[in-house]
């Protein structure tokens, strides 16, 4: 069984910047595609950014493309977001999610608002 633990949300005023973590336990991180979704409210959530587990390749939304990264630290079971240029439609829960074969995990999310 995987936990996952987000943090790193808050308010931020437009064209600001957060970082997201999510730190993994109870399983071995290194295997495990990890994603970034996001739901805002009346939405359905979306796949935001994605990562690899061996080559740690990775892919976006086209909406965050050029301003997310998504990156992670094997040593330290955890996957990040650094979230640039944001703007009041990024606003959202973002939740962490792992994923290996027929097995996937999510977090709790942590909410990211942007607004003046």
């Known amino acids: 069984q995987v936990q996952l633990v987000e943090s790193g949300g808050g308010l931020v005023q437009p064209g600001g910047s957060l970082r997201l973590s999510c730190a993994a336990s109870g399983g071995t991180f290194r295997w495990y595609d990890m994603n970034w979704y996001r739901q805002a409210p009346g939405k359905e959530r979306e796949l935001v950014a994605s990562i690899t587990s061996v080559s740690s390749s990775t892919d976006y939304a086209d909406s965050v493309k050029g301003r997310f990264t998504i990156s992670r630290d094997n040593a330290k079971n955890t996957v990040y977001l650094q979230m640039n240029s944001l703007k009041p439609e990024d606003t959202a829960v973002y939740y962490c999610?792992?994923?290996?074969?027929?097995?996937?995990?999510w977090g709790q999310g942590t909410q990211v608002t942007v607004s003046s």
């Open positions: 999610h792992a994923r290996l074969k027929e097995r996937e995990y």
